[in-house]
C-alpha cells in the first residue's frame, strides 16, 4: 500500500483545482470544492505562493497558478513524449501547406515564446523561429495562441516584466490594454496570426494545443512570407494547425498509443 501525505496531497489538489478553474478563485471556493477547512487552504496557498506555485490576486482576494506552475509544465513539454511525437506531425503539416511554411511548436515561459521544433516545407523559407529561440509572446502568434486562452490575471502576472512588451518592427502590441483587446479579437476569430510583428515582409498564424482540461500547453504555427498568403490561404493554413494541435493532444493523453500514422 502506498505511503500517504496528507499536507502534499492536499497542495497538489490546490493546484489540480486551479489549473481545471475557468478563473482566479477564492479561498472559500477552493475549501468548498475540495472539503478541507478554510484555515487550511489559506495556509497550502501561502506556501504554495512563496514557492511561486500560485499568485494572489489581493485586489480580487482570490488566487490563480503562478509562474512556476507554469515553469514546471513547460518543463515537461520540452521532454519527451511532446518533441518525438510533434515531430513527424509538424513535418506532414508543413509538407502539406499550399504555400511555403515553417511549422514550429512553440511554448510559453513567462512573458516569452520558446521555440521548440522546427519544420520546412519542401521549399525553405528563412526565419528567426529556430528551435531555442525566445521571441516576445505578446508579438508571436505562437505566444498568443496560448495567452489567448489562459485567464486574464494570469496574462497579466505573467506579462508584469518591464521587457515583455517589445517593439520589433513598430507593429504589435505594446501594452497590457492593446495586447489584451488583441486577444479578445483572435478568440472570436478561433486563432492567432500576426504579420510583420517580429520580421517585416513574414506573418504567421497559430493555434493552441490544449492538455486534457483544456488548458493551452503548447502551440502549433506557420510562418509565411506574407505576400505568398491571402486571408484565405491564411485560414486554410489555420485549419492544418488546428488539426495537427487536435490530432498532438489526443496523442498525448494517458494511455494513447504514441504511434504515428499519417494520411
Known sequence: MPTTMPAAERALDVLSALAAASGPVTAAGLARELGIPRSSV??????????????????????TLGLTAFEVGSAYLRRDPLERIAQPLLRHLAQQAPIPVV??????????TVYLLKEHSDHPVTTVTDVGVRLPAALTASGRAVLALLPRAQVRAQ?????????????????????????????????????????????????????????????????FRSDTASDSVRRRLAAGAGRCAEDLAQRLLPGRSTSIVLS
Open 103 to 112: 511549422a514550429h511548436l512553440g511554448v510559453v515561459r513567462g512573458h516569452e
Open 159 to 223: 506579462l508584469s516584466a518591464r521587457d515583455a512588451f517589445v517593439d520589433r518592427t513598430g507593429a504589435g502590441p505594446q501594452s497590457m490594454s492593446a495586447l489584451m483587446a488583441l486577444l479578445s479579437q483572435e478568440r472570436r476569430r478561433g486563432y492567432t496570426q500576426e504579420d510583420g510583428f517580429i520580421t517585416e515582409g513574414f506573418g504567421s498564424v497559430a493555434i493552441a494545443v490544449r492538455g486534457a482540461h483544456g488548458e493551452p500547453t503548447a502551440s502549433i504555427g506557420l510562418t
Open 42 to 63: 489559506y495556509q497550502l496557498l501561502e506556501v504554495l505562493v512563496a514557492r511561486g506555485f500560485v499568485t494572489h490576486l489581493a485586489d480580487e482576494q482570490r488566487w
